[in-house]
């Protein structure tokens, strides 16, 4: 679970804290064979040029930092926007499966309402963003919505996506799918070896049966 975000840095040590408590935990969650997204890297190449400014150029401190905090603060609501489209992807996979049967139905009741909770809560956090803080010392508003949602993401990861008998449904899945192609294959070669008047009328009455 993340640390709650801290008020908005003032000098360069603050920044830092805020980079490697919150940004640098996020932002390991998404990198996959050591390669960041690339919006995540955009933001965070464009952080660290501003901050480079104070010493490059004699930029004062606090304006580095507020420049700086702003890609810092975007990177982060891109990552949690990515890990919102992972689970997307992880959902739509799991829904192609036959997984009725995990936990007496249980799973499928649950992962749904989670998905259906990490929608609605992304919707709203996304309407936050950009509004700011009623109180500049308190928390970051759209990040205090988001964390539940990305909290959602990794639960749909570790408690669905990698449930124990996902192994047993993908391999019925695959049964189930060659047998279709195969029944399919097979009526229609024979369709159009019978003649396609015919081979039609056979492969209708044959796909009620297996209805």
Excluded at 30 to 42: D, K, R, Y
Excluded at 62 to 78: E, I, M, N, P, T
Excluded at 107 to 117: I, N, P, Q, S, V
């Amino acid at each position: 679970m993340l640390p709650a975000p801290p008020k908005e840095p003032s000098n360069i040590a603050e920044l830092f804290a805020f980079y490697h408590d919150y940004v640098k935990v996020l932002y390991s969650a998404v990198q996959t064979e050591n390669a960041l997204p690339q919006e995540v890297l955009f933001e965070l190449n464009a952080a660290f040029d501003h901050l480079s400014r104070h010493w490059t150029y004699g930029e004062l401190e606090d304006k580095v930092v507020r420049k700086c905090y702003g890609h810092l603060k975007r990177s982060c609501l891109d990552i949690f926007k990515i890990s919102v489209r992972e689970a997307r992807k992880k959902f739509d996979e799991l829904r192609k499966l036959d997984t009725s049967d995990i936990d007496n139905g249980e799973y499928d009741r649950k992962l749904l309402a989670l998905f259906a909770e990490i929608r609605s809560g992304a919707t709203a956090a996304r309407k936050l963003e950009g509004n700011g803080n009623a109180d500049p010392d308190g928390p970051i508003k759209a990040f205090d919505a988001w964390q539940p949602v990305y909290a959602n993401c990794l639960r749909l990861e570790t408690e669905f996506y990698h449930h124990a008998a996902l192994d047993w449904s993908k391999r019925r899945w695959v049964k189930k799918y060659w047998k279709s192609t195969l029944i399919t294959v097979a009526l229609t070669f024979f369709a159009s070896y019978i003649g396609r008047e015919f081979g039609s009328e056979i492969f209708r009455w044959f796909k009620q049966l297996l209805a």
